[in-house]
């Protein structure tokens, strides 16, 4: 069945360091993928997404790349802050357009 | 700064009580989700409505749980009757058009059913 996962359960970084979020995939047919960040006790917000057509796609601070050839995923972060601590979740677009399927999470935690 | 809220934030019942938790999506948006997230399942998508038609409660279970739109400013999400496995933060998020992977969460509720 489709089912999206994480390599590492936890990350730890030295604040400034630069973050690589990995994340994979089985579902060759998603449309999108896309990183959510989960801060503790909040619901999950949207950080950016990559179309399937595209292998990479930047935002501020972070970036995306998509390897479709190995279904794999990540999420680059520069020059970490203690504000990136959180849990990340990968989702991609399911089978229904509307669904999407989340990862397990990574948690990220910056130290000083 | 719009943004999709729930209530109650906190339920402490017993079982066999009913539950209702409400969210308020941002206005405009058409696209409502209801989610559950554990530490063993994590995120399950449990229904969504669009335009306040249910497409899809697949992952709810049905004989006591139940999902409606009364209107575009409120989702509903009942459980009758609770159960301690039911335990759990219970998350609302909504999306605007056709970019309904692009969803606003609210802050959840967080359900304890003792």
């Known amino acids: 069945g489709e089912s999206v996962g994480l390599h590492l359960p936890t990350l730890s970084v030295q604040e400034g360091d630069n973050s690589i979020i990995n994340c994979a995939y089985s579902n060759s047919a998603s449309d999108y993928f896309i990183w959510y960040k989960q801060e503790s006790g909040k619901g999950p917000q949207f950080i950016i997404d990559?179309?399937?057509?595209?292998d990479k796609r930047q935002g501020q601070r972070v970036t995306v790349l998509l390897n479709k050839t190995v279904k794999h995923l990540s999420l680059q972060i520069a020059a970490t802050q203690p504000g990136d601590s959180a849990v990340y979740f990968c989702a991609s677009t399911g089978r229904l357009y509307n669904k999407l399927i989340f990862g397990a999470g990574t948690r990220l935690a910056v130290h000083p | 700064d719009a943004r999709v809220t729930q209530t109650p934030r906190h339920k402490v019942t017993e079982m066999g009580q009913e539950v209702t938790m409400r969210c308020q999506p941002i206005l405009g948006h058409n696209t409502v989700f209801w989610y559950r997230q554990t530490m063993m399942q994590g995120l399950e998508l449990l229904a969504y409505f669009r335009n306040r038609a249910p497409l899809d409660d697949s992952g709810m279970p049905k004989d006591r749980f139940s999902a409606e739109m009364p209107d575009a400013t409120l989702a509903t999400l009942k459980i009758q009757p609770s159960e301690p496995r039911d335990s759990a933060v219970y998350f609302c998020?909504?999306?605007?058009?056709?970019?309904?992977?692009?969803?606003?969460f609210g802050p959840g509720t967080r359900l304890t059913v003792t």
């Open positions: 998020a909504s999306a605007e058009g056709a970019k309904t992977y692009e969803q606003y």
């Open positions: 990559i179309r399937s057509n595209m």
